[in-house]
């Protein structure tokens, strides 16, 4: 960008308009993906429970308990002392979607481990099928909140995404969670984790194109640079992977297996897609300061009209942060 374009969009000193996501990738994006995962993965397996297929039911639910069980650690690690998650659980604030989040948490993950305890002992089996109603009750929530917690940052690429991205996580969770049972499942009986995958693959692309579609210039971080090829990447091993499940992998083994890798990968891939173009929003002023200039223009008001996620601080709260979590 040339120089003097550049200095249109600096705030006052040259300092950046919104702090950078102090964030680590790997936890965070980590985070958002393993709870993906888990929540999916308990909603599938609830229904691999309920029509037999045992050995279905068995993978999932093991891998919902220990994605959550990562997925915590991954949390915990990026919060720096397990205290402070414990902090969140003093108070019930509505709210606060990380305070809603730590509570529906600290209620689903002792439910994975009921289910997948009971079922990999055999033992217990009313109170195991109880736990995994119940798992499967909440593993939408799960599935989904993160995309909730990511929107109501200040961050503009997570910030303008909020009507679609929680569609976006729930297609990519679903995609991942049949990518597990494929990688269990016999060819036999594993046609429900094959319509799985397609129709999880299709929410995300179809809800990927229109979130992007409708931010107009906040979607290009998810288009530029590392984010961008994490996001193609993501959505080829997605689409590429349900659907050798729908053709190769219902006769061969193999193919079924290839196709789990791929679709478990892939919603990996999207996390660390979404997690990078919040970062990228941030750092270019760009994509803070033009949308409010529009906003202001479509109102017709040039003196005011502060943007839907800017606090006192101008952007996020006091100081122009990112809104973090309360819990740091």
Same mark, same amino acid.
């Given at each position: #960008?040339?120089?003097a374009?550049?200095?249109e969009?600096?705030? *006052?000193?040259?300092r ?6 102090t @964030?680590q990738?790997t ?5 958002? @993906? /393993? ?6 993965s ?9 029509? &037999? ?5 068995r ?6 308990a220990?994605?959550?069980s ?6 915990v ?5 397990p ?7 003093r ?7 990380m305070?809603?989040?730590? @509570? ?10 009921? %289910?997948a305890?009971s079922? /990999?002992?055999?033992?217990?089996a009313?109170?195991? %099928? ?5 798992a499967?009750?909440l593993?939408? %929530?799960?599935?989904?909140y993160t ?6 940052? +200040?961050?503009?690429?997570w910030?303008?995404? *909020?009507?679609e991205?929680?569609?976006v996580?729930?297609g990519?969770a679903a995609?991942a ?6 990688? +269990?499942?016999?060819c =036999?009986?594993?046609?429900? #984790?094959?319509?799985?995958? &397609?129709?999880? %693959?299709?929410?995300? =692309?179809?809800?990927?194109r229109?979130?992007?579609r409708r #931010? ?9 640079g590392s984010a961008g090829? /994490? #996001?193609r990447?993501?959505q ?8 050798? +499940?729908?053709?190769?992998g219902?006769r061969s083994?193999?193919?079924a +297996? ?5 679709l478990l990968?892939?919603s ?21 300061v033009l949308?409010q200039?529009?906003r202001m223009?479509a ?10 996620a =800017?606090?006192?601080g !101008? =952007?996020?709260?006091?100081? !122009?942060g990112t809104g ?5």
């Amino acid at each position: #960008m040339p120089r003097a374009e550049f200095r249109e969009f600096s705030s *006052y000193y040259g300092r950046p308009v919104l702090k950078r996501p102090t @964030w680590q990738a790997t936890d965070i994006a980590g985070y958002l @993906w /393993l709870g993906g995962l888990a929540g999916a993965s308990s909603l599938a397996g609830a229904g691999a429970h309920a029509t &037999g297929r045992r050995q279905t039911a068995r993978v999932l639910k093991s891998g919902a308990a220990g994605a959550i069980s990562l997925s915590l650690a991954a949390l915990v690690h990026d919060l720096g002392r397990p205290a402070r998650f414990l902090n969140m659980l003093r108070v019930v604030k509505p709210t606060s979607p990380m305070n809603l989040g730590s @509570w529906l948490l600290a209620g689903y993950a002792p439910l994975t481990f009921a %289910a997948a305890a009971s079922e /990999l002992s055999g033992r217990l089996a009313r109170a195991g %099928a109880a736990a995994t109603a119940s798992a499967a009750v909440l593993g939408p %929530a799960v599935t989904t909140y993160t995309a909730v917690l990511l929107a109501d940052t +200040a961050v503009p690429s997570w910030h303008e995404g *909020y009507r679609e991205l929680p569609f976006v996580f729930a297609g990519s969770a679903a995609t991942a969670a049949a990518g597990l049972g494929l990688l +269990a499942a016999p060819c =036999a009986v594993s046609g429900p #984790m094959r319509r799985l995958a &397609g129709a999880g %693959a299709a929410l995300e =692309a179809v809800a990927l194109r229109r979130m992007k579609r409708r #931010m107009g210039l906040v979607a290009e971080p998810y288009e530029r640079g590392s984010a961008g090829r /994490l #996001m193609r990447t993501a959505q080829t091993l997605g689409l590429g992977g349900a659907a050798l +499940a729908l053709t190769a992998g219902r006769r061969s083994r193999a193919a079924a +297996a290839v196709s789990g890798v791929a679709l478990l990968t892939g919603s990996a891939l999207l996390r660390f897609g979404v997690f990078h173009a919040g970062v990228a929003s941030a750092e270019d002023p760009r994509y803070t300061v033009l949308p409010q200039r529009e906003r202001m223009a479509a109102r017709g008001d040039g003196t005011s009209g502060r943007s839907p996620a =800017a606090g006192p601080g !101008g =952007a996020g709260g006091p100081g !122009g942060g990112t809104g973090r979590r309360g819990a740091d």
